[in-house]
């Protein structure tokens, strides 16, 4: 079992930045994939960075070169530095790890970018 628990989220101007933390319960150093989503009113849940346990990294195209995905194994957490925040950024954020060939899903962080 893997719990997940997201912090970080918030209310932030267009072009500003949060860092969005995922705690896990276990050691992440074992874990395959872990990975940001998120969920706009409306729409379904979309992967925007992911992590490998080798450090390998993806991230959506409408992402890229604004945010970073990092982990910290000693600390058990994964982070998302979301910059350049974008009204189109608005969301649930949640974080996902796949250990064991299970999907584990915290509860989500909202981020909300309006001026």
């Known amino acids: 079992q893997v719990q997940l628990v997201e912090s970080g989220g918030g209310l932030v101007q267009p072009g500003g930045s949060l860092r969005l933390s995922c705690a896990a319960s276990r050691s992440i150093f074992s874990i395959n994939i872990m990975g940001w989503y998120r969920q706009a009113p409306g729409k379904q849940r979309e992967l925007v960075a992911s992590?490998?346990?080798?450090?390998?990294?993806y991230y959506a195209d409408s992402v890229k070169g604004r945010f970073t995905i990092s982990r910290d194994n000693a600390k058990n957490t994964v982070y998302l530095q979301v910059n350049s925040l974008k009204p189109e950024d608005t969301a649930v954020y949640y974080c996902?790890?796949?250990?064991?060939?299970?999907?584990?899903w915290g509860q989500g962080t909202q981020v909300t970018v309006s001026s």
């Open positions: 992590i490998t346990s080798s450090g390998s990294t």
């Open positions: 996902k790890a796949v250990w064991q060939a299970t999907n584990y």
